[in-house]
C-alpha cells in the first residue's frame, strides 16, 4: 500500500510540475533562476499577547537585496512561539522594490515558516499579479539559506 501512495505522490507531483511548465511555456515565460545575498533588520513591534503562553509576536522586516535582485523589501512579521524548544511558526509579506535582473518593479512575497522541534518547513512565494513595471507578470518561489548568519536567497521564476 505505500509503494502505490508513493507512485500516486511521484505521478501526481509530475502532473503538477508539467503543468506549471505547461502554463509557463504558453505564457512565453521561461524558468530563470535569480542568486545573491540580503541583509535583513529585524525590529520588534507592539505584541499581541506578552504574558501568554504560546506567544504571539510581531515585527517589522527591512532587507537590502544584493546579485540578481537590487534593492529593498519592507515588511511585517507575525510569529508564534511554543513552550517546546525549536517549534514555533511564522508569517510574513514584504514588498521588494528595485531590479531583477535589470528590469525594474515592485513585486510582493509571502512566507510561511513552520519549525517543529528544529525541523524546519519554509514556503516563500510570490503574491500573483503583484508585479509592477518591467516585472508584471512575475510569479514563482524563494528559497533562503542562512550560514554563519549570512543570508542568501535563491529566486525561481518565469518572466517575459
Do not use: W
Not at 525549536?86 to 513585486?107: N, P, Q
Amino acid at each position: 500500500m505505500r509503494s502505490q501512495c508513493s507512485a500516486v505522490a511521484i505521478v501526481a507531483s509530475c502532473l503538477l510540475l508539467l503543468g506549471a511548465t505547461r502554463e509557463a511555456s504558453q505564457r512565453g515565460s521561461v524558468m530563470q533562476r535569480a542568486t545573491g545575498s540580503f541583509d535583513v533588520v529585524l525590529k520588534p513591534l507592539e505584541a499581541y499577547a506578552k504574558a501568554e503562553t504560546p506567544l504571539l509576536g510581531r515585527m517589522s522586516l527591512n532587507k537590502q537585496f544584493h546579485g540578481d535582485l537590487e534593492g529593498t523589501s519592507i515588511g511585517e512579521m507575525l510569529t508564534g512561539m511554543t513552550d517546546v524548544k525549536d517549534s514555533g511558526v511564522y508569517v510574513a509579506v514584504e514588498r521588494f522594490s528595485g531590479t531583477l535582473a535589470g528590469k525594474r518593479g515592485t513585486f510582493i512575497l509571502h512566507h510561511t515558516g513552520l519549525m517543529e522541534r528544529g525541523a524546519q518547513k519554509l514556503s516563500i512565494n510570490i503574491v500573483p499579479d503583484s508585479g509592477t513595471g518591467e516585472l508584471v507578470g512575475i510569479s514563482g518561489s524563494m528559497a533562503i539559506d542562512i550560514r554563519d548568519g549570512k543570508h542568501s536567497y535563491t529566486l525561481e521564476y518565469p518572466l517575459k
